[in-house]
């Protein structure tokens, strides 16, 4: 089993960038689908990106389409989420997540989860 850390998070303004790293434990990484999810005050664990164990297939909410990218490098077991035109809605917590098959959008199907990355965009 994997064990996740987030960074990368932090204040910026709307219309900038910010690039989440998601660093993992355990020689077993590059078997792991991932995801990134988030979850804003008040508001229900939401669907962001997520990549398959070899990086050749990606899937995206529909908020986030065309202005995010998910990445990972099993090398270095690291998945990466490069976050342009940050709109304030974007503001949440931001985890990662590590499957052991292919999940997407199913957040309950994730097994590990990280301890999670403040975005915080101002307007």
């Known amino acids: 089993q994997v064990q996740l850390v987030e960074s990368g998070g932090g204040l910026v303004q709307a219309g900038g960038s910010l690039r989440l790293s998601c660093a993992a434990s355990?020689?077993?990484?590059?078997?792991?689908?991932m995801g990134w999810f988030r979850q804003a005050p008040g508001k229900e664990r939401e669907f962001v990106a997520a990549?398959?164990?070899?990086?050749?297939?990606?899937s995206y909410a529909d908020s986030v389409k065309g202005r995010f990218t998910i990445s990972r490098n099993n090398a270095k077991n690291m998945v990466y989420l490069q976050m342009n035109s940050l709109k304030p809605e974007d503001t949440a917590v931001y985890y990662c997540?590590?499957?052991?098959?292919?999940?997407?959008?199913?957040?309950?199907?994730?097994?590990?989860w990280g301890q999670g990355t403040q975005v915080t965009v101002s307007s």
């Open positions: 997540a590590a499957s052991s098959y292919y999940s997407g959008s199913y957040y309950s199907k994730y097994e590990t």
């Open positions: 355990g020689r077993t990484f590059s078997s792991y689908a």
């Open positions: 990549i398959t164990w070899s990086g050749g297939s990606t």
